[in-house]
């Protein structure tokens, strides 16, 4: 495993797996349309569009893995519809034609018993807008000749997260005091995924064909409530528990008549109304990887928070 190891994006997931194989020692090439990404000596940084399948075939050249993390443009099912299909095949082409396997950060968007724990063995057959693009992403995956992994996280929090439920929309919100509203319910169990577990589990499943092929989960905690999760920031910060309100459903819901954005907010209530709870425990024997302790994980991400500033 000696070649180049490749991320399109930089966003929190490609910028940490890139920063975690750079400290591997390993060389990496990331992709993005600005030019971004972490600086270091090991990693290169190329300006590319992940829908350009020449410029893919050359920046892929000598790769060993591609890590693909580009997510849409925006968080709405016109732009997974028609952005994600595309990206996901292009890619899988220029790394089936490279000999690399290509590994995925995937959601839970595509389970399709949200009510149970959700484990490694599925279902993953929901149908619907954002939740069946995701399944039929992931049936793409498993037909395409291209070796591919494809590793389920939780909501994300950690550094560098910022569009996320436990990201700027909570960790400054009560760093500095201020009530914070969430959507659904405070205390209903929910998964969270520290980003960085997932980045170590994605890089892991990359060197070991045995788990090539399968959907796996990335080492994550016991649930814990949108409360739980916003105390633990505070109790890292040594700030005064966290002052929090709900939005409830049908508010959401009401709202959604007049703002699109607030429709696409609304489509995923369910995940917050009722407990949406991932299991990893098959994984995390299988990767030989443990989750974070929380308070180690929510100290590291109060720590960056506050170094922005």
């Not at 016109?78 to 095949?89: N, V």
């Not at 590793?151 to 569009?163: C, E, K, L, Q």
């Not at 008549?257 to 098959?282: C, N, T, W």
Request: aromatic share 8%.
């Amino acid at each position: 495993m000696n070649g180049v190891y490749v991320v399109t994006g930089a966003g929190p997931v490609g910028w940490t797996v890139a920063e975690q194989l750079a400290k591997q020692g390993k060389n990496v090439r990331i992709l993005t349309r600005s030019g971004s990404g972490p600086d270091h000596p090991l990693v290169e940084r190329v300006k590319a569009d992940v829908q350009n399948a020449a410029q893919l075939r050359d920046v892929f050249a000598g790769a060993t893995a591609v890590f693909h993390c580009i997510h849409g443009s925006s968080y709405t099912v016109d732009a997974w519809q028609a952005e994600l299909p595309r990206s996901d095949q292009t890619v899988l082409s220029a790394a089936g034609e490279a000999g690399a396997v290509v590994v995925f950060p995937e959601s839970l968007f595509s389970y399709s018993e949200p009510e149970r724990p959700m484990v490694e063995a599925g279902p993953r057959t929901a149908e619907g807008r954002k939740r069946g693009v995701r399944t039929k992403l992931l049936a793409a995956r498993d037909a395409s000749p291209t070796n591919t992994v494809s590793v389920v996280a939780g909501d994300f929090f950690g550094p560098r997260v910022r569009t996320s439920h436990a990201g700027e929309r909570m960790v400054p919100t009560v760093l500095a005091g201020k009530k914070l509203w969430v959507i659904g319910g405070t205390n209903q169990p929910h998964s969270f995924t520290y980003v960085p577990d997932l980045a170590a589990a994605m890089i892991h499943a990359a060197g070991t064909p045995s788990l090539w092929n399968k959907v796996w989960h990335a080492p994550t905690g016991p649930a814990v409530t949108q409360r739980q999760l916003a105390t633990a920031f505070t109790e890292a910060g040594g700030v005064q528990a966290p002052k929090l309100g709900a939005i409830p459903g049908w508010a959401l819901r009401g709202m959604g008549v007049f703002s699109k954005d607030v429709r696409e907010l609304a489509e995923i209530l369910y995940q917050f109304e009722q407990p949406f709870v991932m299991e990893s425990a098959a994984s995390e024997a299988a990767f030989g990887l443990r989750p974070t302790p929380p308070a180690e994980a929510a100290a590291a991400t109060v720590a960056w928070w506050r170094a922005q500033g």
